[in-house]
């Protein structure tokens, strides 16, 4: 069974950081594209970034270019999101999600973490 469980999330203010980490397990998501979405209350959930298995190839929201950076180590089976220069419109739950195939665009999610809060204060 698939497990991704993510971990990082919390208060910050505006303008912090933050490191977001997923594990996978159950499976390898080899030549498997991951990346993660979020959802702020009363929204739809939406896409944030999406990297390749090699982690040469990334893709992000506009609303991410410039701030965030996706990252993986494959060794670890760990999925990252380093979140720089957040604002407040950033709140939302962040969810990590891996494809079946390698590709980020376009990106199709199969597997889904609980999420993790990350909340920011103005």
């Known amino acids: 069974q698939v497990q991704l469980v993510e971990s990082g999330g919390g208060l910050v203010q505006a303008g912090g950081s933050l490191r977001l980490s997923c594990v996978a397990s159950?499976?390898?998501?080899?030549?498997?594209?991951m990346g993660w979405f979020r959802q702020a209350p009363g929204k739809e959930r939406e896409f944030v970034a999406a990297i390749r298995w090699s982690g040469r190839l990334t893709n992000y929201a506009d609303s991410a270019k410039g701030r965030f950076t996706i990252s993986r180590d494959n060794a670890k089976n760990t999925l990252y999101l380093q979140m720089n220069g957040l604002k407040p419109e950033d709140t939302a739950v962040y969810y990590c999600?891996?494809?079946?195939?390698?590709?980020?665009?376009?990106?199709?999610?199969?597997?889904w973490g609980q999420g993790t809060q990350v909340t920011v204060s103005s």
């Open positions: 159950g499976r390898t998501f080899r030549s498997a594209a």
């Open positions: 999600n891996a494809a079946n195939l390698d590709s980020i665009s376009p990106y199709t999610p199969r597997y």
